[in-house]
């Protein structure tokens, strides 16, 4: 998965609370277990007039004018700001997959559900936690601003305003230490293959009943 140091980008407002999975990505797109292709349905019942369904082409259906992702000064927003207890609902790993696949590279919230706040730090996308006072405050910038824009500093565990106001958000030192260097589970796994196969090569030897396939290999 792609790191996660330092991003500054146009911040998109989901003024709601309880946003939760089901809204996020729908239950008729969980078909597919593939993390790519989700980004068109992002917020499908919310982004459009029609019912999707998986696999039709989005191009040609009719948007809702009045939901903020459809509003043109939006185009190309990395940084999601929501109310509390977004991503609520369903464990559904689907709905990270579509924020990543949309674009979004960080969501800040007052909180998060905690299963969706977990899936997001194994698909590269970085879940800031801020007290809801400074939240508020952010919404009312965005609203006062076109093209607000926020700064997010993973390494400093910093959020920036562009008037200059930090704010502070603790992390995970693990977490933290995944998105800085792209981990995921595999990758993980894989930065202990040569433990991994001497630990194999060992019980080969150990326990040759258990692999027949490989009879006389430890000797």
Known sequence: MD?????TGLVLPIDRANVDTDAII??????????SGFGPNLFDEWRYLDHGEPGQDCSGRPLNPDFVLNQPQYAGAQILLARRNFGCGSSREHAVWALVGYGIRAVIAPSF?????????????????LAEDVIERLFAQEAATTGYRLSVDLEAQQVRTP???VFDFDIDADRRHRLLNGLDDIALTLGHADAIR?????R???AP?????????GR
Do not use: H, M
């Not at 001497?198 to 060992?202: F, K, P, Q, S």
């Open 26 to 35: 729908p239950k008729q797109f969980l078909k597919s277990v593939k993390r």
């Open 113 to 129: 559900a905690e299963i969706f706040y977990n899936n997001c730090f194994k698909n590269g996308l970085l879940p800031v936690t």
């Open 163 to 165: 008037g200059g106001e």
């Open 3 to 7: 790191r996660f140091t330092y991003l």
């Open 209 to 217: 009943w258990l692999f027949p396939d490989r009879a006389g290999a």
């Open 198 to 202: 001497a630990y194999e090569a060992r």
């Open 204 to 206: 080969v030897v150990e």
